[in-house]
């Protein structure tokens, strides 16, 4: 599965051919970075970034351990989305955006993946043809993980996931507070009749009951919306709006102040639709609305998540066809790795 290393006496190519020829070779070690009964990153000093197998930030895949903190799952899915597809590339996107990130985050002075065991659990296997099969889906695969001890970083996909992850969230957590960060509301009933979409993941989750409904925040909406009824429908589901104007208004610190109290003492699920970002910072994606965070605004915001009980999270929206020079991956994969280190810090 993995060539030999290129560090050896022998030639890239006669190194295959070896590889090809021999079990032995074939079954090698990866060098790993390992702390105590810790498995983490593909050495980088050894094997370069961009060779090796690609899961989340080179670790290792969930059955190569034997427990798990935290788990990376892709949602290949975007038979939700509204407007442009393409998400259901997402995942895989982001995983070879994300050979870049390093062991250590100075940001957070941590080192997420020495602090937890951090790993790649994979794409969960979605029916693009059924979306009430593919909710089901997801919402037993989260539980699994759940049940394997690991909080789930989700990497999407249309925000049409959101509700199935939710589903499997409450039935271990009870009511959550959610802080949704988004251009858009989600929270519209429904689209040509259908209940089941990227535009309405959150009506459905307060509908359900799993929202604590005192506790829940969104986070960077703008953008024309299809009436003024809209946010007073909005304002019935539960959710704060700090809009994308307020980091102006407001300022970066006021704005975490006003999310760590909406949400203290409360379960948070944090899910990122990158949309809320500008299109500068991410253009790879299905609806971008104009008047966007940049992903600093956006990092230094989710930084202060470190002081929430945060049980997991999701980053959905991630269109590749739209991505030129993986500007959108590299943020989401960035956002990914700070959610991690939150929750790892925490373990
Ligand atoms: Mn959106
Ligand atoms: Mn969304």
């Known amino acids: 599965m993995w060539p030999a290393s290129p560090s050896g006496g022998a030639g890239h190519a006669s190194s295959l051919l070896e590889a090809k020829a021999s079990t032995r070779k074939m079954t090698k070690p990866i060098p790993r970075i390992i702390t105590g009964d810790t498995l983490g990153q593909v050495d980088a000093s050894q094997v370069p970034r961009f060779a090796g197998a690609p899961t989340f930030a080179r670790l290792p895949r969930i059955d190569e351990v034997k ?20 998400a259901r590339f997402g995942p895989s996107h982001i995983r070879e955006a ?4 390093r062991p250590y985050n100075p940001a957070q002075d941590a080192y997420p993946f020495e602090l937890a065991q951090v790993v790649d659990a994979g794409d969960l296997n979605l029916n693009t043809y059924d979306i009430l099969e593919t909710l089901e889906t997801i919402e037993s ?3 699994e993980l759940l049940n394997f001890g690991a909080k789930p970083m989700t990497l999407g996909g249309d925000h049409t996931i959101a509700l199935p992850i939710l589903r499997a969230m409450h039935k271990k957590y009870g009511p959550i507070a959610v802080i949704h960060f988004d251009a858009h509301l989600d929270t519209w009933d429904t689209y040509y009749g259908a209940p089941y979409t990227h535009g309405t993941p959150f009506r459905r989750a307060a509908e359900e009951g799993l929202l ?12 024309p919306l299809y009436s003024k009824q809209d946010l007073t429908d909005d304002a019935t589901f539960g959710f704060q709006i700090i809009r994308s104007e307020d ?12 999310m760590l109290k909406r949400v203290a003492g409360k379960p948070v699920y944090v899910s ?7 299109p500068a910072f ?20 989710i930084r202060a998540l470190d002081k929430t009980n945060l049980i997991g999270a999701d980053i959905v929206e991630v269109s590749p066809p739209y991505d030129h020079a993986q500007i959108t991956a590299l943020a989401a994969c960035h956002l990914a790795y700070d959610l991690i280190t939150t929750m790892a810090k925490a373990v």
């Open 67 to 86: 427990s798990a903190d935290i788990a990376i799952v892709g949602m290949p899915f975007d038979a939700g989305a509204s407007f442009r597809s393409g």
């Open 282 to 301: 991410a253009p790879g994606t299905g609806t971008p609305e104009a008047g966007g965070l940049t992903s600093r605004e956006l990092l230094r915001v």
């Open 272 to 278: 990122i639709d990158v949309d809320v970002m500008d």
């Open 247 to 258: 980091f102006d208004d407001l300022g970066t610190e006021a704005i975490i102040a006003k």
């Open 98 to 101: 994300s050979r870049l990130l």
């Open 141 to 143: 695969g989260v539980t």
């Open 212 to 223: 604590d409904q005192t506790s829940c925040l969104h986070v960077g909406i703008r953008g």
